[in-house]
């Protein structure tokens, strides 16, 4: 039952097994356990993030497709939400209308960029997107008649969503569907051809395979997944505006999460946002404990500041790409064989 | 035997492009002063462009590496710049053009110094590992951006720096009807200055033969005997010190930075890179002047429509020519 539902893709690892079902668990009654509205907050953050993670995912980790457009889509979920809310007034009608006219917007510009983009090297496919990404970003800050330009929209929802347990749990829901539809992609015939394009592309397209075509439609389902997270968090926050969901630093979060977790393994998004969403939200206050200690030290003490938390990101960033190309989900999967090899050795040596 | 290589026909076309734009823009702006304040003004903002993205292409073209960090170099550079001008206030408030062309002086080789040995530093460090492979540099050259710009904002804090120009350098020269701010001619001068250095360099040295030839076969020059790995690195330092330069030029041409300026001008080369071909040194060059134009241009004939120039213009060039207006053969 388990095994499918996870499209018999397991953890393969016992220790992240058991911090997979402690993550689910721990987010599942987060209302209850945790009281408070920034651990709440926290929690919905971490959700969203696993959504919009896991579709990055899809892209660099099984495609093998770098792409800086990845926000645009993100805001254009949210901004659905959130204009269609304004303009037609909080109900389930305008979520709905919001929700189908940002998934429709992200499949159309997804499938121009794939088509233009992706026939072209994945330097080239990285360089265009950046540069669209930044004017999709001024776009939404010039049409301040429909986004609010750079204020952004606050905006009410329906009646039903004005407890925040209840809307916690909806947005739990979802990003738990999401994330194993995302599984099922990944582990269907579909999601092999795309991890045999990144492997080796020349041969996918020996064998048969349409290879433009299947990144097309890689990118646009990655697209369509983070246009869903962007709901989400217009869901949340109740308000949109460019920098909560189109920004270059989110963009930037993203691909750190995604290759510190663990690229080409769905799970890495989930422990990578937990772990990048708790460090953001309570990392700055644990430094800020441990900066009287070097405070006489001058570099030292600017260097560990809580503000320059990215820094050592960057740094463990950069060491994940050299040394541990499948991030924390990979070294965990690498700990399980090896223990499990010598094993086999000890049984086998006398 | 006199037996002469067959020459290739020069291709104009792309070149002619830049003085054709300006002509076209001409009975739009209407005003003939107008026309000349805004060209120089573009042709100043498009040698800075040049400078600063001439570097990465070269780098592209060589070595198949696509630098996402450059921006960093020209952050370093715009901030020690900063600093040095700030130290040297003495200097550029003096009412003497000398004195204020003095300061100027050691700013620039200074954000050069800087930019110059935290490329050497960076390609060491970061871009050597991952030679031919696409993704990781991409990914790593990405990581150091957030590292530099952490440390810039660790060493000269977030917030913007203001930076005024030398006192001489201030105000607008009148030609005829027309004004042009003093500092966009210096630009403008300098760009063109290094325009020819350039030039010369990568057309009358063996230096520049061996370059050129390590964009288009780079494994017949080293098969040859170069070490194309030293010309490299050679490459790589000199595109970080121009980038420096650039830095420099634009915090004085903007009068301030922020941190953010590497990861802000990392678009606007990527547009002109990818404009004028990868690996292109001219295509570059084309680029950076019809993006410096073109943003001026309708930034005073269509405001809102000039955020969008950019990027308009490299749609139009890559449905004209996929692969830039100078495409470099071998890629």
């Given at each position: 039952?388990?095994?499918?539902?996870?499209?018999?893709?397991?953890?393969?690892?016992?220790?992240?097994?058991?911090?997979?079902?402690?993550?689910?668990?721990?987010?599942?009654?987060?209302?209850?356990?945790?009281?408070?509205t920034?651990?709440?907050?926290?929690?919905?953050?971490?959700?969203?993030?696993?959504?919009?993670?896991?579709?990055?995912?899809?892209?660099?980790?099984?495609?093998?497709?770098v792409?800086f457009?990845?926000t645009m889509f993100?805001g254009?979920g949210?901004y659905g939400?959130?204009?269609?809310?304004t303009?037609?007034?909080?109900?389930?009608?305008?979520l709905?209308?919001?929700?189908?006219?940002?998934?429709?917007?992200?499949l159309?510009?997804?499938?121009?960029?794939?088509?233009?983009?992706?026939?072209?090297?994945?330097?080239f496919?990285?360089?265009?997107?950046?540069?669209v990404?930044?004017?999709?970003?001024?776009?939404?800050?010039?049409?301040?008649?429909?986004?609010?330009?750079?204020?952004?929209?606050?905006?009410?929802?329906?009646e039903?969503?004005?407890?925040?347990?209840?809307?916690?749990?909806?947005?739990f829901?979802?990003?738990?569907?999401?994330?194993?539809?995302?599984l099922?992609?990944?582990?269907?015939p579909?999601?092999?051809?795309?991890?045999?394009?990144?492997?080796n592309?020349?041969?996918?397209?020996?064998?048969?395979?349409?290879?433009?075509v299947?990144?097309?439609?890689?990118?646009?389902?990655?697209?369509?997944f983070?246009?869903?997270?962007?709901?989400l968090l217009?869901?949340?926050?109740?308000?949109?505006?460019?920098?909560?969901?189109?920004?270059?630093?989110?963009?930037?979060?993203?691909?750190?999460?995604?290759?510190?977790?663990?690229?080409?393994?769905?799970?890495?998004?989930?422990?990578?946002?937990?772990?990048?969403?708790?460090?953001?939200?309570?990392?700055?206050?644990?430094?800020?404990l441990?900066?009287?200690?070097?405070d006489?030290?001058?570099?030292?003490?600017?260097?560990?500041?809580?503000?320059?938390?990215?820094?050592?990101?960057?740094?463990?960033?950069?060491?994940?790409v050299?040394?541990?190309?499948?991030g924390?989900?990979g070294?965990?999967r690498?700990?399980?064989?090896?223990?499990?090899a010598?094993?086999?050795?000890k049984?086998?040596?006398p | 035997?006199?037996?002469?290589?067959?020459?290739?026909?020069?291709?104009?076309?792309?070149?002619?492009?830049?003085?054709?734009?300006a002509?076209a823009?001409?009975?739009?702006?209407?005003t003939?002063?107008?026309w000349?304040?805004?060209?120089v003004?573009?042709?100043?903002?498009?040698?800075?462009?040049?400078?600063?993205?001439?570097?990465?292409?070269?780098?592209?073209g060589?070595?198949?590496?696509?630098?996402?960090?450059h921006?960093v170099?020209?952050?370093?550079?715009a901030?020690?710049?900063?600093?040095?001008?700030?130290?040297?206030?003495?200097w550029?408030?003096?009412?003497?053009?000398?004195?204020?062309?003095?300061?100027?002086?050691?700013?620039m080789?200074?954000?050069?110094a800087?930019?110059?040995?935290?490329?050497?530093?960076?390609e060491?460090?970061?871009?050597?590992?991952?030679?031919g492979?696409?993704?990781k540099?991409?990914?790593?050259?990405?990581?150091?951006?957030?590292?530099?710009?952490?440390?810039i904002?660790?060493?000269?804090g977030?917030?913007l720096?203001?930076?005024?120009?030398?006192?001489?350098?201030r105000?607008?020269?009148?030609?005829?009807d027309?004004?042009?701010?003093?500092?966009?001619?210096?630009?403008?001068?300098?760009?063109?200055?290094?325009?020819?250095?350039?030039?010369?360099?990568?057309?009358?040295?063996?230096?520049?033969?061996?370059?050129?030839?390590?964009?288009?076969?780079?494994?017949?020059?080293?098969?040859?005997?170069?070490?194309i790995?030293?010309?490299?690195?050679?490459?790589?330092v000199?595109?970080?010190?121009?980038?420096?330069?650039g830095?420099?030029?634009?915090?004085?041409?903007?009068?301030?930075?922020?941190?953010?300026?590497?990861?802000?001008?990392?678009?606007?080369?990527?547009?002109?890179?990818?404009?004028?071909?990868?690996?292109?040194?001219?295509g570059?060059?084309?680029?950076?002047?019809?993006?410096?134009?073109?943003?001026?241009?309708?930034?005073?004939?269509?405001?809102?429509l000039?955020?969008f120039?950019?990027?308009?213009?490299?749609?139009?060039?890559l449905?004209?020519?996929?692969?830039?207006?100078?495409?470099?053969?071998?890629r």
């Open positions: 039952m388990i095994a499918r539902l996870l499209s018999h893709d397991l953890p393969r690892s016992r220790v992240l097994a058991v911090l997979l079902v402690l993550i689910v668990l721990g987010l599942a009654v987060a209302p209850l356990v945790f009281p408070g920034k651990a709440l907050n926290v929690a919905a953050k971490v959700l969203v993030f696993i959504v919009l993670v896991a579709s990055f995912d899809l892209l660099l980790g099984y495609t093998g497709i792409s457009a990845h993100f254009i949210a939400i959130a204009i269609a809310s303009q037609l007034g909080p109900g389930w009608g305008a709905a209308v919001g929700v189908a006219a940002a998934l429709a917007a992200s159309l510009l997804s499938l121009l960029i794939g088509l233009f983009g992706l026939r072209v090297k994945a330097i496919f990285a360089m265009i997107t950046l540069a990404a930044s004017a999709f970003l001024t776009l939404a800050s010039q049409l301040s008649e429909w986004t609010g330009g750079e204020d952004g929209l606050s905006f009410r929802l329906p039903a969503l004005a407890d925040r347990r209840a809307s916690y749990w909806l947005l829901a979802c990003a738990t569907l999401l994330v194993l539809a995302m099922r992609i990944v582990n269907s579909f999601g092999r051809v795309l991890q045999a394009i990144r492997e592309e020349f041969r996918a397209e020996a064998i048969g395979y349409r290879t433009v299947y990144r097309t439609l890689g990118n646009v389902l990655s697209a369509l983070a246009t869903l997270a962007g709901c217009a869901l949340w926050l109740r308000y949109n505006g460019p920098d909560t969901s189109l920004s270059f630093e989110i963009m930037l979060d993203v691909l750190l999460i995604v290759v510190i977790g663990g690229m080409g393994t769905v799970y890495g998004a989930v422990v990578g946002s937990l772990l990048f969403v708790l460090a953001q939200s309570y990392l700055q206050d644990l430094m800020k441990a900066a009287p200690a070097v006489g030290v001058p570099l030292l003490s600017t260097l560990i500041s809580p503000e320059r938390w990215l820094l050592w990101l960057g740094v463990l960033f950069v060491l994940s050299y040394h541990f190309p499948n924390i989900v070294r965990l690498a700990m399980k064989t090896s223990q499990s010598h094993h086999i050795k049984e086998t040596s | 035997m006199s037996a002469t290589l067959p020459r290739t026909r020069f291709d104009v076309v792309p070149l002619a492009l830049v003085p054709a734009l002509l823009a001409w009975p739009l702006v209407g003939s002063s107008t000349l304040t805004l060209t003004a573009g042709l100043a903002m498009g040698m800075i462009v040049f400078i600063v993205a001439s570097g990465l292409t070269l780098v592209f060589l070595m198949d590496v696509l630098n996402f960090g921006g170099f020209i952050a370093f550079g901030f020690i710049a900063t600093s040095v001008l700030g130290g040297l206030a003495d550029t408030g003096a009412d003497s053009l000398w004195l204020n062309l003095a300061a100027l002086l050691p700013a080789l200074a954000a050069m800087l930019a110059a040995a935290v490329g050497w530093a960076f060491r460090v970061l871009v050597r590992p991952v030679y492979q696409h993704l540099q991409i990914l790593i050259t990405m990581g150091g951006m957030i590292i530099g710009e952490e440390l904002k660790a060493i000269w977030p917030a720096v203001p930076l005024s120009l030398p006192a001489a350098l105000g607008v020269l009148a030609l005829g027309a004004s042009v701010e003093k500092f966009r001619l210096l630009a403008t001068g300098l760009g063109a200055l290094v325009l020819v250095a350039m030039l010369y360099l990568l057309n009358r040295t063996k230096l520049g033969l061996l370059v050129r030839a390590g964009v288009q076969d780079r494994e017949m020059v080293e098969s040859l005997g170069y070490p790995r030293r010309l490299f690195v050679g490459v790589f000199a595109g970080s010190a121009l980038a420096g330069l830095g420099a030029l634009w915090a004085l041409y903007q009068q301030g930075v922020v941190p953010q300026i590497g990861a802000q001008l990392n678009v606007l080369i990527f547009i002109v890179i990818i404009i004028g071909g990868l690996g292109s040194t001219l570059c060059l084309a680029g950076a002047l019809l993006v410096g134009l073109l943003a001026n241009y309708t930034g005073f004939l269509w405001p809102k000039a955020l120039s950019n990027i308009g213009l490299m749609v139009l060039v449905l004209w020519r996929p692969r830039g207006l100078y495409p470099v053969t071998s």
